[in-house]
Each structure stands twice: as structure tokens, then as C-alpha cells.
């Protein structure tokens, strides 16, 4: 999927939901417990391939070593957000100069 700054994704089988930050040119696929996520709102939830594992806090950002991709958690969800198969972590906060 080709993504934009500004959209967003919705998963299929949570109620995970994410905003682009920071998008490659490349398409990459992103997936929510094993399943692609989509900018349409689902009604129906779809089982998930993957198991549960670690899901995404609301308000937190998130990354991928080796990619420059960077997706907001506007909804948190309890199963796994993956980006071209590697499961993505919580960015770290940079931190402050020292006031000597």
C-alpha cells in the first residue's frame, strides 16, 4: 500500500487505529495481528492470523528499525502492528539538553 502523511488505518480485527507521521515511497504492507489494515472503518471484525502479542498504546508513536515509516496510535488495540513483517516498536523520547 502506498502511504500518505495524514492517513488513516483502521484494523480489520481490533479497535487499532493509526495515523501516518512519516511515509516512505516505497508501498509497504502494514497489518494489525496478521491482517492488512485499510483506511475503512470495518463492521464486521475478521479473526486474527497472529496471536494477540504486544498491541499499540493510544498516543504513542511507533517505528520501524530500517524504515522510514512513523504511525500514531489514535486507537489502541491488544494485537501486534506489524510493517513489512517486523513488528513495530514505541519510539523513544529524545532527551532534553543539559541546563548546567
Not at 502506498?2 to 492517513?7: E, I
Not at 483506511?39 to 479473526?47: D, I, K, L, T, W
Amino acid at each position: 500500500m502506498k502511504l500518505r502523511v495524514g492517513q488513516t488505518l483502521r484494523s480489520a480485527v481490533d479497535a487499532t487505529a493509526l495515523v501516518v507521521v512519516r511515509a516512505p515511497d516505497d508501498d509497504l504492507a502494514i497489518a494489525c495481528g496478521g491482517v492488512d489494515m485499510g483506511e475503512e472503518q470495518v463492521a464486521e471484525r475478521s479473526p486474527a492470523i497472529a496471536g494477540a502479542g504486544s498491541g499499540v498504546l493510544l498516543g504513542k508513536r511507533y517505528t520501524v528499525d530500517g524504515i522510514d515509516v512513523e504511525l500514531l496510535c489514535v486507537a489502541g488495540g491488544d494485537h501486534a502492528v506489524s510493517v513489512g513483517g517486523t513488528e513495530v516498536v514505541q519510539k523513544s523520547a529524545k532527551p532534553l539538553p543539559a541546563s548546567d
